[in-house]
């Protein structure tokens, strides 16, 4: 993997397929994938592979909800969106995730605590 | 909640598979598609853009199976498959499928068997509400003479005191020894008995009409009232709606009925009439004729009942001082269960522990054939392990198919075991009066055994479990094998390490077998120490019935005397009747003991010289049973109530008491002190008669009770006055031939020199006699054929792992023999071999039994639990078996031809 590129964590994926669908409304698969790489400038690789599984997953929690739609080039897709559950679970995680790097940045950079 | 939403949507996901498939395949083409434009578009020749999108998909199939695995539940998936294909499996060996399905069947059905029986008496409820709270209230002795059930009235009327612990409190007749119901064209003995007010609450019996009596009427002078079994009121009366208050004849009472009791309640010696007791409060009644049962307070427990109990044992020591309550008496409750199930809960134990060994055994043999697969199946195993299966994957894999053989074992078990011991109890009469055999709880005939959840369950249990046990060792072993060596050696030679566990197993079966046989050795040994026991008397055609004496005329001594005249010729001179007695107790099925006083010696128990057994008869009972006139003279109709008062007594006691011979003459004072209804004058000593055994349970080997009989005519009117109506006897008719054929004109005889009365429970002697061994036939045939499935198992045992050596060693053996071995050492090596295994598990089994039999004790009959004739025959038997199960594969070793084992190499 060339560019200097970092694989996304599977844990951490979730939540941002869940970001995106809540900033932009309705995607399919894709598009979710490009607007991660996009959104992260390009530092971030998006196996696409991995993505279908935890759109899956999401779908089986109830956060998304996919129906099959057709794409801005004419060509048919899967788009997916979120749900009331899905919205909810964004604020709840993005909260857990703010909390978990300020701690880790105590640790990271102890000298700003004094 | 969100996994409850995962677990649905997963399983909805098993199904439907095409179609989602099909949609991920769509979904992730446009994806594809997609991304192809958009490399187009940055300008990449055609070709390129559509490797670097395939690149970064990550390909195309992989992605396909994580969502597959992720839509579904792959282990069930999987487990689908591996059923698909062990189910081919194991079609594929149908000699294979059919012994292991037939062993496993046989070692869990027989667990089913005795585990539905141990279910319904030692576990089940008993069919009262909250009856884990109702005791029962006994006597207990110190010096281990241990619990006895019967307690008497004065005692009762001080236990119940402890209102503290008890709810309720009940005492009623021990053992329902029949009751009269006389009026109406047919007269009819049903089982009933005396019981107080107490009764009702204590067991919380229902009522479909009517009502229980109350303390008022169950005080002395109360009105004659009584409450009738639904059975009855179904039979005898018909259901008739307007039963209550109709009056009936109870043993020659005349009383009202005023309720009938619920359909379903049953009790544990089958009743169909209760009638007041009406005991008084200032009762001196000492004999020990009642059952006290009670309901304990909510939040009492057992221990503190026990206290209570005895607490109020002291109480009547100080009310009554004096001989009433021996030295070492005290008083004490148990749970109601475990009076009812205490003497046969070891036997049933025993039982459990032989099946869990048996099913041991069907576990090593179905292991040991696995283990002899898993040798052919090997490059099998190794081709799916070169394909990627993982070792979980393989153990998962031959686990599935042991399961399949255990659940296959496990139905087929479950049917054979059921309906087997159904059968088996239908055959043993249960609850036969005196019969010997007495499994409470189990019905008439095994009835109450039915499948419920709970055998379900346990049967399920011992299926998973045999399935482990049998099926983990091969399925790790096969799972080791290194793959090359396997691929490469051709499956046709096994490995060498592999017999060492097959070896243990063996040594396991044979030292199982050793048990089982050694239990069955014992029981057996009981069973011909009881048959070979001469009862003192000659039970051939003799045929006896019960009758219980009741109507005014038997108020008084001299009504039963004239019964005995008109019985004697009535009876007497009937063809094929040689001759008629009356007796009190039937002989082999004990009796009650009364102490006694012998004149001019000072008392040396309490204020008695002695406490033996107690007898009454007719003059004809010692030629009915044919027992031998020692001494004296044995008693005519001369010895009637106003003449001298005569006792005979056995040999034993003669022996005993008078250890000098000078018996004859001598006078006796029995009862004495007990209350006014045994008071009489002293009895002299006319007679001396041969041994009978009066009662075997709870006597040694060979030990014969001392007995004294008196002449039912000379039973006082107080006596008579006080059993009122329930005195029950036996006549005794000895017939010329075989007896049942007199059965009739005997019964109408009978009745017509009692004035109507009917008998019940008609048997022959020989019956009876049979009938004292029918529990320990039961128990040593049920052990026997344990042990003769598990001398078979560790015979197949040892006879497949010798064949599979011989057959693994057939080069070996070739080469000895080309080198000069003659067939007849290969034979005594492949012997060896056996033998070695076999003698090991022997002992091994000697010492494990010798540990074990110790807990058959309360089963034995004199014989002890290391009796050597036993455990010796145990091991030539088993030693033989094993001997020849070994020379079978020996000879086929002797026959290996040199020239085609070595041409094999």
Known sequence: MGGGKSDVWQGTLALMVLKTLQAMGPMHGYGIARRIEQTSGDRLAVNYGTLYPALLKLEQEGYVQSEWGVSDNNRKAKFYRLTRAGRKQVTREAREWEKTTAILARFLSPERQS | ?905
Not at chain 2, 805 to 817: D, F, L, P, T
């Open chain 2, 1 to 905: 909640m969100r996994s409850l939403r995962v677990w649905i949507m997963r399983i909805a996901g098993l199904f439907a598979k095409r179609r989602h498939d099909d949609e991920l395949a769509a979904e992730l083409e446009s994806h594809l598609q997609m991304h192809i434009e958009d490399n187009l578009r940055a300008g990449m020749p055609p070709e390129e853009a559509r490797r670097q999108a395939l690149i970064d998909l990550g390909g195309m199939e992989q992605t396909k199976e994580a969502c597959r695995d992720r839509r579904g539940l792959p282990w069930l998936e999987s487990l689908a498959q591996d059923v698909r294909f062990g189910l081919r499996m194991l079609r594929k060996n149908p000699g294979f499928t059919a012994v292991a399905v037939l062993t496993l069947a046989i070692g869990i059905g027989a667990n089913t068997a005795i585990f539905s029986v141990v279910s319904k008496v030692l576990i089940d409820p008993m069919p009262y509400p909250h009856a884990d709270r109702i005791v029962m209230l006994r006597r207990t002795f110190t010096g281990g003479i241990g619990l006895y059930p019967t307690t008497s009235i004065p005692k009762f009327m001080v236990w119940r005191q402890q209102t503290k612990v008890f709810k309720s409190v009940a005492l009623y007749d021990w053992g329902a020894a029949g009751m009269n119901l006389t009026g109406g064209s047919r007269p009819e003995q049903v089982p009933g008995i005396r019981a107080s007010a107490g009764y009702f609450q204590v067991f919380a019996v229902p009522m479909t009409l009517g009502r229980a009596y109350t303390r008022e009427e169950d005080k002395p002078g109360g009105p004659h009232v009584a409450v009738i079994s639904y059975r009855l009121w179904q039979g005898r009366f018909g259901g008739d709606p307007q039963i209550i208050g109709r009056t009936i004849e109870v043993a020659g009472n005349a009383d009202e009925v005023i309720g009938v009791t619920g359909r379903n309640f049953s009790t544990q010696v089958p009743t169909d009439i209760w009638v007041t007791l009406q005991a008084s409060p200032n009762s001196r009644d000492q004999a020990h004729d009642y059952v006290a049962v009670a309901r304990l307070r909510p939040g009492v427990t057992l221990a503190q009942a026990r206290i209570a109990m005895k607490l109020a044992a002291e109480q009547f020591r100080r009310k009554y001082p004096g001989p009433v309550m021996s030295p070492g008496e005290s008083a004490t409750a148990q749970l109601f269960r475990d009076s009812m199930v205490g003497s046969v809960r070891p036997a049933l134990l025993i039982l459990l522990g032989a099946v869990g060994f048996v099913l041991l055994l069907a576990c090593a043999n179905v292991a040991n054939l696995l283990l002899a697969r898993a040798t052919v199946r090997k490059r099998e195993i190794a081709i799916r392990s070169a394909l990627g299966a993982g070792r979980k994957r393989v153990i998962r894999q031959l686990l599935t198919e042991s399961l399949m053989l255990s659940f296959a074992g496990g139905i087929l078990g479950l049917a054979l075991g059921f309906t087997g011991i159904r059968l088996l109890l239908a055959r043993y009469p249960n609850n036969s009066v005196g019969g010997g055999f007495d499994l409470p709880l189990i019905g008439s005939r095994g009835s109450a055994v039915t499948l419920d959840w709970r055998i379900l369950l346990f049967t399920l249990g011992v299926c998973l479990f045999t399935a482990i046990l049998f099926g983990l060792l091969p399925a790790i072993q096969a799972s080791h094998a290194p793959l090359s060596q396997s691929l490469n050696e051709g499956g046709s030679r096994g490995g060498t390490h592999r017999s060492t566990s097959r070896s243990a197993l063996v040594v396991g079966e044979v030292a199982i077998a050793v048990i089982l046989l050694a239990g069955a050795a014992l029981l057996i040994r009981t069973l011909s120490t009881l048959r070979a026991l001469r009862p003192g008397f000659d039970p051939h055609n003799v045929l006896v019935m019960q009758m219980t004496f009741s109507g005014p005329q038997y108020d008084k001594a001299a009504g039963l005397a004239a019964a005995i005249q008109e019985a004697e010729r009535r009876v007497g001179t009937l063809p094929g009747v040689q001759s008629v007695a009356l007796g009190c107790c039937v002989p082999l099925q004990g009796g009650s003991d009364l102490p006694f006083n012998i004149e001019g010696r000072t008392p040396t128990m309490g204020s008695w010289s002695g406490d033996e057994q107690w007898r009454f008869i007719s003059p004809e009972f010692f030629k009915v049973m044919r027992v031998p006139l020692l001494s004296g003279r044995v008693f005519n109709d001369r010895d009637v109530l106003g003449s001298e008062p005569v006792v005979i007594i056995n040999q034993v006691m003669a022996k005993l008491y008078w250890p000098k011979g000078d018996v004859i003459g001598q006078r006796m004072l029995i009862g004495h002190g007990l209350g006014p209804e045994f008071e009489e004058a002293p009895r002299t000593v006319v007679g001396i008669v041969g041994n009978i055994r009066e009662r075997l349970v709870g006597m040694t080997a060979g030990e014969i009770e001392p007995v004294m009989y008196v002449p039912a005519e000379q039973l006082g009117d107080p006596f008579m006055a006080w059993v009122r109506g329930t005195l029950s006897a036996t006549w005794f008719v000895r017939t010329k031939t075989a007896p049942f054929s007199f059965s009739t004109p005997i019964q109408n005889a009978l009745r017509t020199a009692t004035g109507g009365l009917p008998v019940a429970d008609i048997r022959s002697m020989d019956q009876v006699v049979r009938g004292t061994t029918a529990w320990s036939g039961f128990i040593g045939m049920l052990l026997s054929t344990f042990a003769a499935i598990a001398i078979c198992l560790a015979a197949i045992g040892i006879y497949g792992l010798m064949a599979y050596s011989v057959e693994q060693r057939k080069q070996e053996i070739g080469i000895r023999m080309a080198l000069g071995a003659q067939p007849k050492d290969v034979r005594g090596m492949i012997l060896k071999e056996g033998g070695a295994l076999t003698l090991v598990g022997i002992l091994v089994g000697v010492t494990a039994a010798l540990a074990l039999t110790r807990f058959m004790v309360t089963l034995l009959y004199g014989v002890k639990p290391w009796d050597p004739a036993a455990f010796g025959c145990v091991v030539i038997l088993l030693g033989a078996i094993a001997v020849v199960a070994a020379y079978v594969p020996a000879r086929r070793a002797m026959r290996v031809d040199p020239m085609t084992a070595l041409r094999h190499e």
